[in-house]
């Protein structure tokens, strides 16, 4: 949720074509969730021997999936730095994982966001932020722990 008052912060333009077409709200949902990456990485054990892009990995061997270099893919996401809410793929992110492995939270944590969304547009006409933000001092979470706003009423 930070990640998207950040986000509208960095991107003005995009979320001011949010502001005047409601539609775009489950688009800016997928791309913000790409663009945050609330995980960096999740590890994992390979069950049997196998080849991986020209790399071996034995059974046993732990591995990193990097979800934050995954969204950030240009091969996948062209400019994947910034947010396009015309984005056509951007509901391709791995920010919840992929396949068995995909968090189950994957929905809540986007309907909490469309939720937010729909009522911040319906009750403040502005949201401004005040400062840099405050990460979360992690190499696994890749988040927030402060960010100073104003919020101006209709």
């Known amino acids: 949720m930070t ?3 950040y986000a509208s912060s960095k991107f003005p333009d995009q979320f001011e074509r949010l502001r005047a077409d409601r539609s775009l709200i ?7 969730i790409r663009w945050q990456t609330p995980l960096s990485h999740m590890r994992r054990t390979a069950l049997q021997d196998t080849e991986l892009g020209g790399k071996h990995i034995k059974k046993g061997d732990k591995v990193v999936m990097w979800y934050l270099s995954g969204n950030y893919d240009d091969s996948i ?3 994947p730095e910034q947010i396009d809410l015309d984005r056509e793929n951007s509901n391709r992110h791995m920010s919840f994982g992929f396949g068995i492995h995909r968090c189950m939270g994957l929905r ?6 469309r939720i ?11 949201i401004e932020v005040m400062g840099a933000p405050t990460r979360v001092n992690s190499n696994f979470v890749h988040g927030y722990t402060d960010l100073p706003v104003r919020l101006t009423r209709f």
């Open 77 to 79: 996401f062209a400019q």
């Open 108 to 113: 809540i944590g986007e309907l909490q966001l």
């Open 116 to 126: 937010l969304w729909e009522e911040m547009l319906d009750r403040f006409k502005s």
């Open 26 to 32: 489950q688009q800016m949902v997928s791309e913000v």
């Open 3 to 5: 990640g998207s008052i």
